[in-house]
């Protein structure tokens, strides 16, 4: 009887076309090597939902908000836009790939020191028209201060010629200060120098929000990795 019962206990686990039927988990995480080549396909295809193509429509945004907030300041207004660095002026997707999406502190910091980051089209388009429009462009970046040098040769090197700030995080910074705390903090020095941030631009959101706030944020797609 015990042997009848485990013949149909088998068959039972077939279908009627001889195929086994796999019991699956309708809730498990996609794979992370299935994603990670989702990622490499989303960088380099040129269809309209793919990377570039994105990157390209958020700075027509950004341009458009820049040119309205222009047209519309009052006479002698002191007019600013606020722009991250990695992954929103500069690409690390050198480093990126070569690390598989994994964060090495020691490979990032040898593409600082290399300046192996490349502008990103878009990024340096808006940058132009800041400058055609007489904007004053200031960088705020969770890089160290002690990346400076290498940071401005790089920027320059990518076409970024000329800007008003470039802020980088003391290497003395509170150990607990998020990132949006201290991006919010230099934000707050350059408003109260005198000038108004018409524009933000950065791939995280904690780039854009917390107080002082522009008068329009753009944020710009990063699926690559997440700083909260």
Same mark, same amino acid.
């Not at 996609?30 to 990622?39: G, H, I, T, Y």
């Not at 500069?90 to 090495?104: K, M, P, T």
């Not at 490979?107 to 132009?128: E, G, M, Q, Y």
């Given at each position: 009887?015990?042997?009848?019962?485990?013949?149909?206990?088998? /068959?039972?686990?077939?279908?009627?076309?001889? #195929?086994?039927?796999?019991?699956? /988990?309708?809730?498990?995480?996609?794979?992370?090597?299935?994603?990670?080549?989702?990622?490499?396909? !989303?960088?380099?295809? #040129?269809?309209?939902?793919?990377?570039?193509?994105?990157?390209?429509?958020? +700075?027509?945004?950004?341009?458009?908000?820049?040119?309205?907030?222009? +047209?519309?300041?009052?006479?002698?207004?002191?007019? +600013?836009?606020?722009?991250?660095?990695?992954?929103?002026?500069?690409?690390?997707?050198?480093?990126?790939?070569?690390?598989?999406?994994?964060?090495?502190?020691?490979?990032?910091?040898?593409?600082?020191?290399?300046?192996?980051?490349?502008?990103?089209?878009?990024? /340096?388009?808006?940058?132009?028209?800041?400058?055609?429009?007489?904007?004053?462009?200031?960088?705020?970046?969770?890089?160290?201060?002690?990346?400076? +040098?290498?940071?401005?040769?790089?920027?320059?090197?990518?076409?970024?010629?000329?800007?008003?700030?470039? !802020?980088?995080?003391?290497?003395?910074?509170?150990?607990?200060?998020?990132?949006?705390?201290?991006?919010?903090?230099?934000?707050?020095?350059?408003?109260?120098?005198?000038?108004?941030?018409?524009?933000?631009?950065?791939?995280?959101?904690?780039?854009?929000?917390?107080?002082? #706030?522009?008068?329009?944020?753009?944020? /710009? =797609?990063? =699926?690559?990795?997440?700083?909260?």
């Amino acid at each position: 009887m015990k042997r009848w019962i485990a013949v149909l206990v088998v /068959l039972c686990c077939w279908r009627a076309n001889g #195929q086994q039927s796999i019991v699956t /988990l309708p809730d498990e995480p996609a794979n992370l090597d299935s994603v990670k080549q989702q990622l490499k396909n !989303y960088h380099s295809c #040129q269809e309209a939902n793919c990377y570039v193509p994105q990157l390209e429509r958020e +700075a027509d945004k950004a341009i458009q908000f820049l040119k309205t907030s222009v +047209a519309t300041a009052k006479p002698g207004a002191r007019l +600013a836009i606020v722009l991250d660095i990695d992954e929103t002026d500069l690409s690390n997707w050198a480093v990126e790939a070569h690390d598989d999406f994994g964060y090495i502190p020691n490979d990032s910091n040898w593409c600082v020191a290399l300046r192996c980051a490349k502008a990103i089209p878009s990024t /340096l388009r808006l940058f132009r028209e800041a400058e055609a429009a007489k904007v004053a462009v200031f960088f705020i970046t969770g890089r160290p201060e002690g990346q400076r +040098a290498d940071t401005e040769a790089n920027l320059k090197a990518e076409g970024y010629d000329h800007w008003e700030g470039l !802020y980088l995080r003391p290497e003395d910074h509170p150990k607990d200060q998020t990132v949006s705390q201290y991006k919010s903090g230099d934000r707050g020095r350059i408003v109260a120098s005198g000038y108004t941030i018409i524009l933000n631009v950065g791939d995280q959101m904690s780039d854009l929000v917390g107080d002082p #706030q522009a008068e329009h944020s753009v944020k /710009l =797609p990063n =699926p690559f990795y997440f700083i909260p």
